[in-house]
């Protein structure tokens, strides 16, 4: 066998092999950051919303509930529902 072969063969392995190392380190490092950014994202409160502390509450007061936002962070109710109060249509 070609001796030049064989070593070309060791720094390909090589290369990728500090390769996949690299990509598992950026992939702990933006997994870790992520966390922060989609409580932020997904916080009811920061997108207008307010937690109420069910379903009727929120009709009652004219609102649409939305599950795709969180109350966890909320101070007044973090086990409640996200609630968006609507706007009366104008008419005339």
């Given at each position: 066998?070609?001796?030049?072969?064989?070593?070309?063969?060791?720094?390909i392995i090589?290369?990728a092999?500090?390769?996949?190392v690299?990509?598992?380190?950026?992939?702990?490092?933006?997994?870790?950051?992520?966390?922060?950014l989609?409580?932020?994202?997904?916080?009811?409160e920061?997108?207008?919303?307010?937690?109420?502390?069910?379903?009727?509450?929120?009709?009652?007061q004219?609102?649409?509930v939305?599950?795709?936002?969180?109350?966890?962070?909320?101070?007044?109710n973090?086990?409640?529902?996200?609630c968006?109060?609507?706007?009366?249509?104008?008419t005339?």
């Open positions: 066998m070609n001796k030049k072969a064989d070593a070309s063969m060791w720094w090589i290369g092999v500090i390769a996949l690299v990509l598992i380190v950026l992939m702990v490092i933006f997994t870790g950051k992520t966390g922060k989609e409580g932020g994202l997904l916080d009811c920061s997108k207008g919303g307010v937690c109420l502390p069910d379903d009727n509450t929120c009709q009652l004219e609102g649409s939305s599950p795709a936002f969180d109350c966890s962070a909320s101070k007044t973090p086990q409640g529902i996200c968006f109060k609507g706007k009366k249509a104008v005339g």
